[in-house]
C-alpha cells in the first residue's frame, strides 16, 4: 500500500469512526505503530485531521457530514477512482466538482497530492495549483486551508443531506464561470436516458457543471451502472470520459465506448 492510499485508507476510517488510535490504525492498514504515527502527524501539519494522545481525531464539520454513512461503502473503490481522476488534472486547471462521497474522495486525492501544508505552498509553487469551483460545503471546506487551490463557493441553499448548495443562487455563479474540466459524482448511468440523480434541484447544477466544462468526467462506482434514478442530468453525449471501478461488467463498457466516451476501470 502507497502512502497515499494509507493516507486515503486513514482519512476513510476517520470519517467513520470520527477518531482513530494508533495500535488500532496501524492493524487496519497493516503497518507499523512507528509508521502510523507519522503519517497521523503528517495529516495533522495538514489540517486533515487533529492529532490527540495516541491516535488522531475529525478535524472540524468535514468529517460530520449525514452523508457520511455513505463513506465506507465501496470505500476502496472509490479512493481507486479518485486517484485515476487526480491523474487526469494538469496543474493550472479550473475544476468543477459536484457534491458525493466520490468526489469529496477526488478532492481528497488532489490535496494529497499538491504537498505542503497548511499556509505552505507546494514546492516550487508560488500560486494555487488549482481553482475548484464546488457547490459542496463539505469539499470546500476540506481544500479551503490549503493554499495550493483556491476555492470557488457557488452559494445557495444547503441541502442537509448532502451539503450540497442549490437553488437560483447556485446557477448564478455557474452562469458566471468557465470550467477546464467538471468532475461529476452521479446516482445512475443508463445508455439510452444518460447520467441521472435522486434529487432534481442537484440534477439542474450538475447540469450546469457540465454545460460551463470543456471537459466532462464521471466518477461512479460500477454499482451504479444501468441504474436509473429520478431526475435526468444530461445525455452521454455530454460525457467525455467514465472513471470506475474494474467490476464494471463488460458490455456496460462496450456500450459506452461505442457513445464516444473513455472509459477507465481502475
Keep these: 500500500m502507497s502512502k497515499q492510499e494509507r493516507w486515503s485508507r486513514l482519512l476513510e476510517l476517520l470519517a467513520v469512526e470520527g477518531k482513530l488510535d494508533v495500535d488500532g490504525a496501524a492493524a487496519a492498514v497493516d503497518v507499523s505503530p512507528a509508521t502510523i504515527r507519522r503519517d497521523l502527524d503528517e495529516l495533522a501539519e495538514q489540517r486533515l485531521l487533529v492529532r490527540t494522545r495516541g491516535g488522531a481525531i475529525a478535524h472540524g464539520v468535514s468529517y460530520e457530514l449525514p452523508l457520511r454513512y455513505k463513506s465506507s461503502r465501496r470505500a476502496s473503490e472509490k479512493q481507486r477512482i479518485a486517484g485515476a481522476v487526480a491523474d487526469l488534472?494538469?496543474?493550472?486547471?479550473?475544476?468543477?466538482?459536484?457534491?458525493?462521497?466520490?468526489t469529496t474522495e477526488v478532492a481528497r486525492a488532489l490535496?494529497?497530492?499538491?504537498?505542503?501544508?497548511?499556509?505552505?505552498?507546494?514546492?516550487?509553487?508560488?500560486g494555487p495549483m488549482y481553482?475548484?469551483?464546488?457547490?459542496?460545503?463539505?469539499?470546500?471546506?476540506?481544500?479551503?486551508?490549503?493554499?495550493?487551490?483556491?476555492?470557488?463557493?457557488?452559494?445557495?441553499v444547503a441541502r442537509p443531506q448532502t451539503y450540497e448548495l442549490v437553488g437560483p443562487l447556485t446557477a448564478g455563479v455557474l452562469n458566471e464561470v468557465v470550467l477546464d474540466v467538471a468532475v461529476l459524482g452521479v446516482d445512475g448511468v443508463d445508455p439510452q436516458l444518460g447520467v441521472m440523480t435522486h434529487q432534481e434541484d442537484e440534477a439542474g447544477i450538475s447540469r450546469?457543471?457540465?454545460?460551463r466544462a470543456r471537459k466532462v468526467v464521471?466518477?461512479?462506482?460500477?454499482?451504479?451502472?444501468?441504474?436509473r434514478a429520478f431526475a435526468r442530468i444530461c445525455g452521454l453525449d455530454r460525457i467525455d470520459s467514465?472513471?470506475?471501478?474494474?467490476?464494471?461488467?463488460?458490455?456496460m463498457a462496450a456500450r459506452l465506448t461505442e457513445a464516444g466516451i473513455e472509459v477507465i476501470a481502475v
Design 89 to 102: 488534472l494538469t496543474v493550472g486547471d479550473v475544476v468543477g466538482l459536484n457534491g458525493g462521497t466520490t
Design 111 to 126: 490535496a494529497l497530492r499538491t504537498g505542503g501544508g497548511v499556509g505552505e505552498p507546494g514546492e516550487g509553487q508560488s
Design 131 to 156: 481553482t475548484v469551483v464546488t457547490n459542496a460545503l463539505n469539499i470546500a471546506g476540506e481544500l479551503a486551508v490549503r493554499p495550493q487551490f483556491k476555492i470557488v463557493v457557488t452559494g445557495g
Design 208 to 211: 450546469l457543471f457540465a454545460e
Design 218 to 227: 464521471l466518477v461512479t462506482d460500477s454499482s451504479k451502472m444501468g441504474k
Design 242 to 251: 467514465i472513471v470506475t471501478d474494474s467490476d464494471i461488467a463488460p458490455d
